[in-house]
């Protein structure tokens, strides 16, 4: 397979030719189902070029890069993705303040899917919880339209920001992610517990998968099997890979 550079892709885009004037690449972390004991997905987390962490790239990040970044990180993945012959699920985290209008915003995602030979219906696109939405129901717009083209959506680090229900009331994603903070000693705290049977009990009514993220103990994992969530997360499975896809420990 020719493995066309991200710029060609991204060549008809307007607003993406001026250089972002920093590299990055991506580290994968996998997605498990527990239940099963396979790899539902992996995560693309953003990397410097060097291995630096993600906070280092996107404090490069401004209001004239933001789109450009954001067209960039897709493409990225998937190619990425595809060079590593990825055959499960690809998540990628977008910013949903660079999405101006959904079916246009989408395109150059569907053209790299369709020059690297990766399945649109192998892509989740998560949106982070605690990133701040001015306009929510813009937010809303953008989940129908993905869904529309196939693509699973996920709503990141839940209960970790400030809209919480209320962001939830407004669109209703196929996968909700539990912030870490309602994962972390969960076996040993009845407040958290309370929490967490009372969001299964939402996402249950409301059809959405929960996947429980940051997983680091056995007895976390088996706390949240108890409860009846089967797609987890964690570096108790395997931690990020640069630029790999890491083996899996279950």
């Known amino acids: 397979m020719t493995y066309f550079p991200v710029e060609t892709i991204l060549s008809g885009c307007k607003q993406c ?3 972002l004037g920093f590299d990055f690449t991506f580290a994968f972390q996998p997605i498990v189902n527990i239940q099963s004991k396979s790899i539902f997905g992996y995560e693309a987390l953003v990397r410097g070029a060097q291995g630096q962490g ?3 790239v996107l ?3 401004n209001d004239q890069n933001r789109y450009a970044f954001d067209q960039a990180c897709r493409v990225k993945a998937i190619q990425l993705a595809s060079k590593l012959q990825l055959d499960t699920m690809l998540s990628i ?3 949903p303040n660079a999405v101006y209008e959904p079916a246009h915003c989408i395109r150059s995602t569907l053209e790299a899917a369709e020059a690297y030979s ?3 219906e192998r892509l989740m696109f998560e949106i982070t919880e605690s990133e701040y939405v001015a306009d929510v129901k813009h937010m809303s717009k953008i989940f129908t339209e993905y869904q529309a083209q196939g693509f699973t959506t996920a709503l990141d680090d839940f209960g970790a ?3 919480g229900l209320n962001m939830l009331a407004s669109f209703v994603p196929d996968i909700l992610k539990i912030d870490m903070e309602l994962i972390r000693d969960i076996d040993r705290s009845p407040v958290k517990q309370s929490i967490a049977r009372g969001l299964m009990q939402v996402c249950n009514d409301l059809n959405i998968t929960v996947l429980a ?3 680091e103990t056995a007895a976390e994992v088996a706390y949240y099997q108890d409860l009846g969530v089967t797609l ?3 570096y108790y499975f395997a931690k990020p890979g640069f630029e790999s896809l890491p083996c899996v420990k279950f």
């Open 161 to 163: 920001g400030h809209a």
């Open 17 to 19: 030719h001026k250089p």
């Open 232 to 234: 987890m997360q964690g």
């Open 59 to 61: 404090a490069k990040i």
């Open 54 to 56: 993600a906070g280092e």
């Open 118 to 120: 990766f399945p649109t």
């Open 93 to 95: 985290n977008f910013l």
């Open 213 to 215: 993220e940051g997983l």
